[in-house]
């Protein structure tokens, strides 16, 4: 299978799909109002509320949702075959992942820029705001602590890496400067600064590691740990223009620099899919990820098609940026799509690797020779292995997680293209480098969004909390925030959370779609509430069923291993609280939605189509 036509094909569809059907949503559903202030202005302060050009306010929100999710995912679902990751991620990008984007800045927008736990407890009422609270926070350290690790095991002793990385921080506090003080409004001038000094640090990066800086910058995981959590910290303190704003936005111009080529490469080169659409391993038993399409596919790409991580973003930084009304759709939906899109390259780069070869790279050195009879059987014979490893100067078999063979299967594009060939190594480590600056953009903006929720959740305690620029405020709830995810990495003991991670991240999605759906009701707007309800029954089951079969299969075997008691000890507890949390909310918003339901069948006159409730 050529793989061309997949890329091209799901392009297209995203384009119709923003211009008609999400034309369709801002006119019926939730409305666009430009004359209307956003929380930006109304709230303005100068640290968190402050608005923001569309295109940096853009260029923040895809690097925040962009993390591991839209590269590692569908790697490791490739085990699968090609089909089934991209037909969900180019079908649940649309009707899932940008719809629930959408209505949770939307409905954020219009509450004052609060964050997704607070609209819950307006929406539906105190009980599932409360829940929604604690299962926000749960999640946010699971997931700061597991996209800390991937950029950690990615950096430590890459002095290229580390040194392009780096270099983005005084970069983005000069834009920053630039762009709000000192040409206030000036953007296109402080881009074009940027990404000169951008694509010069890029450039000479290389040359580190054989200069003398290169003990500069090379760390180990616990020096890089710690350097992290610094820079999570002062993201999350100063105000948004200096350092995340910029910062995100200056890394967006190159993510999507980087994807919008290896598009083009895929078009030039028209790799071929060698794995095939669909292998045996759709019933179980898979070498990467052993349970079967049903359910694990949908937990495993989860950013490329939906995340909750997404409405926290939608509902914590986002909202207190938007200059006006009429970028929501161009922020929410054109940042998932444009996601969708990096998720299904990364699919066909992994998938253009020679099957063998992508299972000798993600099954583990000392378990591959167990598997390679099956993988004979299915056919996967061929294998270019030593030839890529000589070409990328680096041993790649057992090189799990994802992110080596995505590097692999990048490289193998860029270097096919007329006038790049012999370049493997140098798209290698750029592809590495590349992946790490992808997710460390979520991990600032993540911080971030832990301490308005750790500051909501104090302020009930002690009312100065609330407010979101209060400096002692700011920096007790960042201190928790990076001291609880940091903690994890430090000590090694993420690997006893990350593998919940997924079912986690899509409960969080399937209770930001349960309170969207509650808001659009709430709206008058009851026939349109399909649009979140029917995603929303479909990632909530297909969720809560993955984490049943944890349980069962995976934690309560783990608590009867002496050796891993501890690790399922703490995914069982972990899971059945978010589990709890997730129910709560869908109880409560279910019976809301038949009382709904029944007022109006009963009284169809007593709330006309479109007449806005009153909030409180």
Known sequence: MNAMPLILGAILIFIIAYRFYFSFVAAKVATINDERLTPAHSHFDGHNFVPTSKWVLFGHHFAAIAGAGPLVGPVLAAQFGYFPGFLWMLVGSIFAGAIHDYIILFASIRYDGQSLAVIARREINKVSGGTASLAIFLILVIAMAGLGLVVVNALAESSWGTFTIASTIP????????????????????????????????????????????????????????????????????????????????????????????????????????????????????????????PYLFITIACGA?????????????????????????????????????????????????????????IPAEKFAAFLPKLQAMGFTDSNLNQLSAEVGEKIAGRTGGAVSLGVGMAQIFSSIPGLNGLMSYWYHFAIMFEALFILTTID????????????????????????????????????????????????????????????????????????????????????????????????????????????????????????????????????????????????????????????????????????????
């Open 445 to 616: 903006a993540g911080t971030r969004i832990g301490r308005f929720v750790i500051q909501e959740m104090l302020g009930k305690v002690y009312k100065p909390f609330q407010q979101s620029n209060w400096l002692p405020g700011n920096l007790i709830a960042s201190a928790i925030m990076v001291f609880s995810w940091g903690y994890f990495i430090y000590t090694g003991s993420v690997a006893t959370i990350w593998p919940m991670f997924g079912t986690a991240n899509q409960l969080l999605a399937s209770i930001a779609l349960a309170v969207g759906t509650s808001f659009i009701i709430n709206r008058g707007l009851l026939r349109y509430a399909w649009i979140t309800m029917v995603p929303f029954i479909f990632v909530g089951f297909t969720t809560l069923y993955a984490g049943v079969t944890n349980i069962f299969n995976i934690y309560i075997p783990q608590i009867s291993d002496d050796a891993k008691w501890v690790q399922g000890s703490i995914n069982l507890a972990l899971t059945l609280l978010i589990m709890a949390c997730a129910f709560t909310v869908f109880f409560y918003a279910v019976k809301q939605w038949i009382g709904a339901y029944r007022e109006r069948k009963e009284t169809p006159s007593a709330l006309p189509d479109g007449e806005e409730i009153e909030m409180v």
């Open 306 to 362: 939906i995340s909750g991580f997404h409405a926290l973003v939608s509902s914590g930084t986002t909202p207190k940026m938007l200059m006006k009304e009429s970028h929501i759709k161009s922020i929410a939906v054109g940042s998932m799509l444009v996601e969708g899109t990096v998720s299904i390259l990364a699919l066909i780069a992994a998938s253009s690797l020679l099957p063998y070869d992508y299972f000798a790279i993600n």
């Open 171 to 294: 970069i983005a506090l000069f834009m920053g400067i630039w762009m709000f003080k000192f040409r206030k409004g000036k953007t296109a001038e402080a881009t074009v600064m940027g990404v000169i000094l951008l694509t010069l640090a890029v450039v000479y990066g290389r040359y580190i590691p054989d200069s003398p800086l290169a003990s500069w910058f090379s760390f180990d995981h616990k020096t890089l740990t710690i350097l992290i959590a610094i820079y999570g910290f002062a993201a999350s303190v100063l105000p948004v223009w200096l350092l995340l704003s910029p910062r995100d936005y200056l890394s967006s111009i190159m993510k999507i620099a980087v994807i919008a080529m290896l598009a083009i490469g895929v078009v030039i080169v028209a790799p071929t899919m060698h794995m095939p659409a669909f292998t045996e391993f759709i019933h179980g038993g898979g070498p990467i990820i052993p349970g079967t399409l049903f």
